[in-house]
């Protein structure tokens, strides 16, 4: 496992978009809230590793979208969710039905929803340039406290991936679940 800058992570941005479509990597990764794990949400074993990594069978995983029209593509976005999804970025997570199969079926295994943000921080930039959906979940095992820095991360979780993007402490919370499938609902974690 390699520990990374931002800027050693943008010196190797395109060797590691080739893995993520070739090799599908498992990693560790800022956003403007905590830290996530995520892989290729295409790839279903690697999906399959982050739920053993997380120890997490079936609950759903969300999404960073690459960009608001991927979201307007593959995803049912009603008059309410149009104003959640103009305010993105943002640190929130907007949960939706599905229109077209565009993650792995495992990453929300069994619904026709999918939970996607896309963070405010630079990270998206990637995801967008990328232009595949990350899995979007915290760097954690479940039920246990989220990874803020190096110092809280989980020895385990640290283990399985192949590489940690790494810039400093977080004073972030998880993003907050907006659920829009019928009426809009915050879910308190």
């Known amino acids: 496992m390699r520990i990374l800058s931002k800027e050693e992570f ?67 976005v009603n008059e309410n969710a149009k104003d959640w999804v103009k305010r993105l970025p943002g640190p929130y997570t907007l949960v939706l039905k599905v229109k077209n199969q565009c993650v792995a079926e495992n990453v929300a295994p069994g619904l026709d929803t999918l939970g996607v943000r896309i963070p405010d921080h630079w990270f998206s930039n990637f995801v967008a340039e990328v232009n595949i959906p990350i899995i979007t979940t915290s760097a954690n095992k479940a039920g246990k406290d989220f990874m803020t820095s190096l110092d809280d ?18 004073n972030g919370r998880p993003s907050r679940i907006i659920d829009l499938i019928d009426k809009e609902r915050v879910i308190e974690r």
């Not at 991360?153 to 790494?166: A, G």
């Open 153 to 170: 991360s989980d020895i385990e979780i640290k283990s399985k991936v192949d590489f940690i993007v790494y810039e400093g402490g977080k």
């Open 10 to 76: 943008e010196q190797e941005k395109d060797i590691i978009m080739t893995s993520l479509k070739e090799n599908s990597p498992i990693f560790i990764y800022p956003t403007d809230t905590i830290y996530g794990i995520g892989c290729n949400a295409l790839d279903k074993r690697a999906v399959e590793k982050i739920r053993e990594a997380k120890q997490r069978e079936k609950n759903p995983f969300s999404v960073i979208a690459p960009s608001k029209e991927w979201i307007d593509e593959n995803l049912i």
